[in-house]
């Protein structure tokens, strides 16, 4: 609750300087920044009406500026947000149809489609879209997110080879905790009975977790999971 105060706080304080940048400074460069910004605050603090109408504003006033198609990728993620997901498959489709984005905001265009093709359960599309947002981005925060849920997809689909790949990719990365984790329990379920060699991989990674303080507080969950390798290895260590 007080984390919730306090985002909120941040909010607010972001939507008064920008704000005050608009009144004081009518003439200023960033004034299309500023409105983006407003937008951008009232989407982090899920009031759909006023974020949808700050990003259309922006397009409105600002049209053909890098900063109306960051306003675009705002309506989308706005309506995914709010679960409208045929509203963002319809607007993305126009959006894609009569903008011209760069390489960075493309990354964000095939995520958001991604996403689109997850709630809808066209996880084949989905791999498709996500890989492209991948091969565009070298955030490490991106990367590992991304190769996760394909991860994640491909296990849904069936192909554990390629599961394996990404879940290996997301902890190379060395993630935060739950998606380390995550992510070797997702490579334990890429491994058939008679594949027993290959849990040498998810065995090294979580007696490497087990090494590292910041996970003190999930040691039993990792005993656990290397108690059923061993078991799966018909072996004790």
Known sequence: KEESKEFNSDMDDAYKKASKVIRK?????WKDDCYLLIARSHFMKNDEFLALEGFQYVISQYPETETAKK?????L????AHNKINDAEAIWSLFTNE???NEKLMKDIYGIHADIYIQQGKYRQATEELSKALDRTRNKYERYRFNF???????KLDESALAR????????LTPPYQFAFQSNLGLISTIA?????SLKV???YLKKMLKDDKNLDYQDQIYFELAKIAMMENKTD
């Open 193 to 197: 009975a008679n594949e027993t060699e």
């Open 77 to 80: 993620l706005t309506y995914l």
């Open 99 to 101: 903008t011209k984005f």
């Open 165 to 172: 790949k990404h879940f290996v990719k997301t902890i190379r």
């Open 71 to 75: 306003a675009k990728i705002g309506i």
């Open 25 to 29: 400074h009518d003439e200023s460069k």
């Open 149 to 155: 849920i394909l991860g994640q997809l491909y296990l």
């Open 202 to 204: 998810p065995k090294k």
